[in-house]
Structures are given as C-alpha cells and as structure tokens.
C-alpha cells in the first residue's frame, strides 16, 4: 500500500549541477504532479501532467523540465540547480481530475 | 489567474474550542476543493474532498463547507485537541485540472 513514493527524500547539490527527482504512484492514477513549498509561500505548482504523455506548466516552471515516463511514474529535472531552488518538492497523483488528490512524503533538496 | 487565500495565517486555542478556519478563492469555475493536514516536516494529508455541485462533507470532528458562488470555503473542527495542532491547507482543483494551494493556516491547540 505505497501510494506515491519519492525519492531521494534528501539531497545536497552544489550550484550547477543537476539531478532528476523521481515520483511514482501505484494507484493507476492519471493526473500527477510536482509542487515546490518554500516558508511563508505555500505550494506552488511546477508542473502538472493530466495523462500519460502529457504535461502542462505550472506556475513556477522556470528551471525545470519534467517527463510523464509512463502513467506511474512523473520525473522532475533540475539541468543546472541554483541556490534559489532549494525546496521541499512534493509530488501528488489522482485519478482524475476531480478526484482526491494525494501527495508523497516529500524531498529535502539544498543547493550550495 | 485562480487565486487561494487562507486566514487566519496562525490561530492558537484553548483544548475543546471550537474553531473555523477559512479558505477563498477567486475563480468560482471549480471542480472540487480539498482540504489538507500537514505536520511538520511531513507530508500532506488529505481531510476532506468536496465537489463543486456539493455544500459540505464531513468527518468525524471535522466539517467543511463550500460556497462556490461567493468563492468561500470553512473548515469547522469540533471540541479542538492537542493532536490537532498542525497546518491547515486549503486547495482549489480549476477545470484546467490543476490542483491550486492557499498558503495554509498554522493551528496550535493548547492544553
């Protein structure tokens, strides 16, 4: 009974470099999505993927690209990460879009 | 643009007070509005789900409401505990699909 799980759940990055965040959800759900949180503003979104091969911009898209690799699974890149993304980036799935959403425990990212 | 606003931004009650939290967004044409309780340093957990053709849901203590017309939705908790304490977040799902965040409400529930 997993529901959606992300990893890493911590990372440290210096300036420059990149990584890919990993998301996956066993619920056969459709949408999925990748949100940041910052202190005092919320979660924002990033990006949203409403079906396999689909994706939409969020938003706070700039500095990341995300692939919808296949209907479990939603993947976030940073290509050169910058002191200004580091975040707790949380990823969320739902059946459809009316559906109950439901969110991962979260990865701590720092950027140095 | 869909815009979410919560207040109060923190609220601190005496234990078995009954308190309403509130959430308003800007753009009616909603499919549903969910609730959320986040713990620190944890993830969201979802409370209640309510559709854009419904008027409340309940869950044990916990009752929200939603005025789609007026863009207002409350969370009420019933007789408030300890285990209570912890942030409130109210989302708004647009007909775009995407999932919109108000900034949350930091409730503390005193002994």
């Known amino acids: 009974n997993a529901g959606v799980t992300q990893t890493p759940k911590f990372q440290v990055l210096k300036t420059g470099q990149s990584m890919t965040l990993q998301c996956a959800q066993d619920?056969?759900?459709?949408?999925m999505y990748w949100y940041r949180q910052d202190p005092g503003m919320g979660l924002r979104l990033i990006y949203y993927?409403?079906?396999?091969?689909?994706?939409d911009k969020g938003e706070v898209p700039n500095g990341y690209n995300v692939s919808r690799l296949n209907k479990r699974e939603f993947s976030l890149r940073l290509e050169s990460a910058a002191p200004s993304q580091t975040s707790v980036y949380f990823c969320?799935?739902?059946?459809?879009?009316?559906?109950?959403?439901?969110f991962g425990q979260g990865t701590r990212l720092t950027v140095v | 643009k869909q815009e979410v606003t919560q207040i109060p931004a923190a609220l601190s009650v005496p234990e078995g007070e009954n308190l309403v939290l509130n959430c308003s967004f800007t753009?009616?044409?909603?499919?549903?509005l969910q609730w959320f309780r986040q713990d620190p340093g944890k993830g969201l957990t979802s409370l209640l789900l309510?559709?854009?053709?419904?008027r409340e849901q309940t869950s044990g203590r916990l009752n929200a409401s939603l005025d789609k017309s007026s863009g207002r939705s409350t969370l009420y908790i019933a007789a408030s505990q300890p285990g209570d304490s912890a942030t409130y977040l109210c989302?708004?799902?647009?007909?775009?699909?995407?999932?919109?965040f108000g900034q949350g409400t930091e409730l503390s529930v005193k002994p």
């Open positions: 969320a799935s739902s059946r459809k879009d009316n559906t109950e959403a439901f």
């Open positions: 619920m056969n759900h459709n949408s």
């Open positions: 993927s409403a079906s396999e091969g689909t994706t």
């Open positions: 753009d009616s044409a909603i499919y549903n």
């Open positions: 309510i559709q854009s053709s419904q």
């Open positions: 989302a708004v799902r647009n007909q775009g699909g995407k999932l919109i």
